[in-house]
Each structure stands twice: as C-alpha cells, then as structure tokens.
C-alpha cells in the first residue's frame, strides 16, 4: 500500500487514493523515462520489498513483463501470490520470500529494478543499492522511490538535534532504521558508475495522504479496525502526525531517484 501521486495542495479522501496510487506508479515510469514501444518496454521485473504485490501485477499487465516480487514477510508473499493467481497472472507474477540486501537472484537478471517505499526499511543502504545494481540487466533502469530527511547544507555535518529526536520517534513507531538523504542516495550510484542518475523531491505530491488517512482513521470503521489489528497498528497511526510534522518542517522529502545500468 504505498503512496499516491496527488496535485500539489489538493484535498482526497481515501477513496481517491486507488487512482492515486496507479498515478504514482505512471509518474515513476515517466520520470524514469520507460519506454512503452512494444520493442523497447521492459520484459523481466523485479519488484524489491513487494508487499502484497499491487506494483508487480500493474507492472505485468502494462508491459506484459514477468515480474518477480521479493518481501521478508511470508505472510505478504502468501497473499501477493494469492491474489496474482485470482486475477490470472500466476503465469507472469510470482512473489517469494527473501532479503533485498542478498538477493537470490543472478547478475544481470531484470530489465526493471523497482522499489517502491521499501529503501527506508534497509539498514544498509549501500548494500541495498549495490544488490539493486548488481540484478539490473545491461541498459536496465533502476527506479527507487522512498522516504528520506532533506540533503544536508555544505556547511552541515549533521541533522539539527530536534530533526533527529523527530525522525527517531518515527522510526522507533514504524521500526525503521536510520535514514539518509536523497544525496546520499545519488552518491552511492555515482560510485557504482550508473548513468543517467537523476532526482525529485515529490514531498507535495504526497502530502495530501498522511491527512486522508488520519481522517479515515478517526471514522467509526476506522477506530473499530484499527484496535481489531493491535498495538502495533495504533502504535503506527498515532505516529502519523509526526509525519505531516517532517513533511511541513521540509525534514522528511519523499524522493523519487533514477538511473541506467550501463550497456
């Protein structure tokens, strides 16, 4: 269930998110420059920390790619394949469990290297690029979209010490480990001489779902669901305004960063 792509300022309800969701993932391709000629479009997909699988089945469907999807959890593995199965895409779509930082995949496998908000969960971000470029096939596009605290200032060493307790409460709420910038990001592919490295901040274009959801979260529907599903999940919800906190502070940017695997 990863974010939609929303006109800067708009009001949604949840129930624009579904269009918005599909947005996000059209504007990922278009920002990427994926080709949609029939001769040029993706044929092999990996979709790295899938969840349930909503981005590979999309992704299958339009480029009529097989799409394999790797997540830690069983559970979502499980359900993603489930669903693939159900909507008629076993034959393209198939999901397993394993670890985006040692993939079980060879060298130069996919044409499509996709992570969509799954890099904030990676303790080792170098580790993660470096398997992210080791699976992308010769002239495949690596495409991550994820959560990061803004770039730091030349003269900065470090995050100013409220922006750390603010990100630390995050984190500890949603069990992430530390995160880093979207400069940090580009570093890390510059170092592996990936071309056509390129980056946005989509922070408005998201900004519209943190009080959506909050607003979903506080119907009767919501309330009941949500103590249904645990301390875990009242833990997380009640976390969300410290999102829209980093978002309005311009600590927290959900960035979009791309490249190409050299030929």
């Not at 792509?5 to 269009?19: C, E, I, L, N, Q």
């Not at 949500?226 to 410290?242: D, E, F, N, V």
Request: aromatic residues 8%; charged residues 25%; hydrophobic residues 40%.
């Amino acid at each position: 269930m990863h974010h939609g792509f929303y006109d800067p300022g708009s009001t949604v309800s949840v129930s624009d998110h579904r269009a918005a969701q599909i947005r996000m993932i059209e504007e990922a391709l278009r920002f990427s420059g994926i080709s949609e000629d029939p001769k040029k479009r993706p044929e092999s997909v990996v979709d790295v920390g899938c969840g349930i699988g909503g981005s590979s089945r999309y992704l299958a469907r339009k480029f009529e790619a097989k799409c394999q999807g790797i997540t830690l959890s069983p559970v979502q593995a499980q359900r993603a394949n489930s669903l693939a199965a159900a909507q008629g895409l076993a034959d393209k779509v198939s999901f397993q469990v394993a670890d985006a930082l040692d993939q079980p995949f060879p060298d130069g496998q996919f044409d499509l290297v996709w992570s969509m908000e799954s890099g904030e969960h990676m303790p080792d971000k170098a580790k993660f690029v470096n398997e992210l470029a080791r699976v992308a096939a010769p002239g495949g596009t690596i495409i991550i979209v994820t959560w990061c605290h803004r770039d730091l200032a030349p003269s900065e060493e470090s995050l100013q010490p409220w922006e750390k307790e603010l990100l630390n409460k995050i984190c500890k709420a949603y069990y992430l480990p530390a995160w880093c910038s979207t400069a940090d990001y580009v570093k890390l592919l510059q170092s592996l001489s990936l071309q056509d490295i390129k980056a946005a901040d989509w922070s408005q274009n998201v900004a519209p779902f943190w009080p959506a959801v909050i607003r979903s979260a506080l119907t009767w529907k919501g309330l009941t669901s949500m103590l249904r599903s645990g301390l875990k999940t009242i833990k997380g919800a009640l976390a969300m305004p410290l999102m829209i906190e980093g978002y309005k502070k311009d600590l927290i940017k959900f960035a979009i960063i791309t490249c190409r695997k050299l030929e």
